[in-house]
């Protein structure tokens, strides 16, 4: 009986028709497999957000696992580092349709103007996942009944203070009011300049022309009890006494304790300042303070946080922020984009974006985690904190608009090119041009 082995191993290698055989289908079907595999593999193109630090960076590491258990590739694409630039990026690529992104990030006030762009991700999502998200930030990301986006980090804005320095200059605590931060911060910037240290300045924020800076007028003014802009009715409200009142305030800040360059200042500039050791008191998003405690930071242990400062009746609010991944409905591989979210967002994902970065977790869960809770004690009081949205809930599709055209006059009277009260009328003025007969 003629055998389908080799007839020989080590002598003159004859090879029977049927082993040729077995050997040409063995072949054949490994290609066969290894081009299924390459025709299934696709790449997934990725447009960041304007993550500041080293947010990227680390996110390209947690992608680089889900690359290597699915076999697809990642491209990121250049982002500016600055919301109000990626906002106008993505709605390039949405006008023209086009399929060169199918990742978004989204600001938590562009849900309204960009949602109708974007799948509904409860195609993908079971409502069992979606109920391990934090609910507000869920309903946020809900337009028309369609779920646009899934949160991907939280953010409110903090005060940061240097410990060390409050204590060299004899004060107990933080200060409670915008009033006690300037006296606090002109009596350390004195101090510090006496001392040799000529760029030292009492108070750091980013002042410039970006969706940032309304976060900043926003917490000032509402820290007053002076309002959003425009109320939930969509009624523009921002010409009142406790408005004036803040922006006054405001005002005495600019070469004051306040760099002048401050107007030009994104997030990571005024990080740079006081991370240099040149400030006596920050507001920033809670990414700062890993980045403040790294090996090598001049700060290191010389600081914490807190509640921003408030007016003299008000209370303390924090902006309300965070990032949110989106779907293009262009995308040629939505069911795969969905499945690097939904990795990206696993908790142990997330705790590991807040443990290395302070990136604050989408999933509430997590805030009762040991080991954040004992890398960063202050997370409990994120959850105590008094966030305050940006009006883009009432007034939809023009939000962009409102925000870009509080911006000049903002730096005009921090400037005191013109009075506080002047400067309200003025955007009052402007607000309700934009609003027309509607929102």
């Known amino acids: 009986m003629k055998s389908c082995l080799f007839k020989e191993l ?9 082993s040729f055989k077995i050997l ?14 390459f025709a299934e593999s696709v790449i997934i193109k990725f447009l960041p957000g304007a993550w500041s630090g080293n947010t990227i960076d680390f996110i390209k590491q947690q992608v680089e696992k889900w690359e290597a258990q699915t076999g697809n590739k990642v491209e990121f694409l250049s ?11 993505s709605q390039q690529y949405l006008a023209a349709e086009s399929s060169d992104v199918d990742i978004y990030p989204m ?5 309204g103007m960009l949602g109708r762009y974007f799948i509904d991700l409860l195609e993908y999502f ?24 899934i949160p991907f980090y939280a953010d409110v804005g903090i005060f940061y203070y240097r410990t060390d320095l409050l204590e060299k200059y004899g004060f107990d605590g933080p200060p409670s009011t915008w009033e006690e931060m300037r006296l606090m911060a002109n009596k350390i910037q004195d101090g510090e300049r006496e001392e040799g240290n000529t760029s030292f300045w009492g108070y750091v924020f980013d002042g410039a022309a970006q969706e940032g800076f309304t976060c900043d007028i926003l917490e000032w003014v509402s820290s007053f009890g002076g309002g959003t802009f425009v109320d939930s009715n969509g009624n523009i409200t921002i010409n009142n006494p406790e408005a004036v009142a803040a922006f006054e305030e405001a005002s005495t800040w600019i070469d004051n304790i306040v760099p002048p360059g401050v107007t030009s200042y994104k997030i990571e500039d005024a990080r740079g300042v006081w991370q240099a050791g040149n400030s006596a008191f920050m507001r920033n998003w809670p990414f700062a303070f890993a980045l403040g405690q790294q090996d090598g930071s001049p700060i290191k242990d010389k600081f914490y946080v807190g509640p921003l400062p408030h007016g003299p009746k ?4 924090s902006a309300l922020g965070g990032w949110q991944l ?14 690097l979210i939904k990795f990206l967002n696993t908790p142990e994902n997330q705790k590991e974006r807040m443990m290395e970065l302070a990136r604050t977790p989408t999933r509430p869960a997590l805030f009762n985690d040991p080991e954040i809770l004992e890398a960063y004690p202050w997370t409990k009081m994120l959850i105590q904190i008094k966030p305050v949205p940006r009006p883009s809930a ?10 870009t055209a509080i911006w000049p006059i903002a730096h005009d009277i921090i400037t005191r090119k013109i009075s506080a009260q002047e400067g309200v009328e003025k955007l009052e003025q402007e607000l309700m041009r934009i609003k027309g007969s509607g929102w």
């Open 107 to 111: 600001d938590v006030v562009w849900p």
């Open 79 to 89: 982002a500016p580092n600055n919301s109000s630039e990626v906002l106008a990026l």
């Open 10 to 18: 080590f002598g003159k290698k004859i090879l029977h028709t049927c």
């Open 394 to 403: 009432y007034t939809g599709t023009k939000y962009n608009q409102v925000s």
């Open 326 to 339: 989106a779907i293009s409905r262009f995308s040629k591989n939505p069911s795969i984009a969905a499945s």
């Open 24 to 37: 040409i289908a063995v072949i054949f079907i490994s290609f066969s497999f290894v081009s299924v595999a």
């Open 126 to 149: 079971s409502q069992d996942e979606i109920a391990e998200y934090d609910q507000a930030a869920i309903s946020a990301n809900t337009v028309d009944g369609l779920l646009v986006g």
């Open 314 to 317: 008000g209370e303390s609010f």
